[in-house]
Nanobody
Framework: QVQLVESGGGLVHPGGSLRLSCAASGFTFSTSPMRWYRQANGKERELVALISSVAGITNYADSVKGRFTISRDNAKNTVYLQMNSLKPEDTAVYYC??????WGQGTQVTVSS
């Protein structure tokens, strides 16, 4: 079955960096677009970044452009989210998504001084 396992979340000071990973299995990763979403307390889940399958074309929410970078390693069936210049408003649970259907369990990112 499809499994998505996120890791890399934690507590970081404003201005700091984190790198999230999502290890995928159970489907053909290399031909699947991948997405990162986030959900803050009391807010709807929002799309943060997406990356296409083969060409690796990326797109970002306006709120993270220039600070976050999504990438993928098809040999490792893993998608990453490099987050720099983190702000308190980036605090949320971050989820990996595949095929617009499957979700990981999420990883908590907290940005606080």
């Amino acid at each position: 079955q499809v499994q998505l396992v996120e890791s890399g979340g934690g507590l970081v000071h404003p201005g700091g960096s984190l790198r999230l990973s999502c290890a995928a299995s159970g489907f053909t990763f290399s031909t699947s677009p991948m997405r990162w979403y986030r959900q803050a307390n009391g807010k709807e889940r929002e799309l943060v970044a997406l990356i296409s399958s083969v060409a690796g074309i990326t797109n970002y929410a306006d709120s993270v452009k220039g600070r976050f970078t999504i990438s993928r390693d098809n040999a490792k069936n893993t998608v990453y989210l490099q987050m720099n210049s983190l702000k308190p408003e980036d605090t949320a649970v971050y989820y990996c998504n595949a095929l617009m259907m499957y979700w990981g369990q999420g990883t908590q990112v907290t940005v606080s001084s």
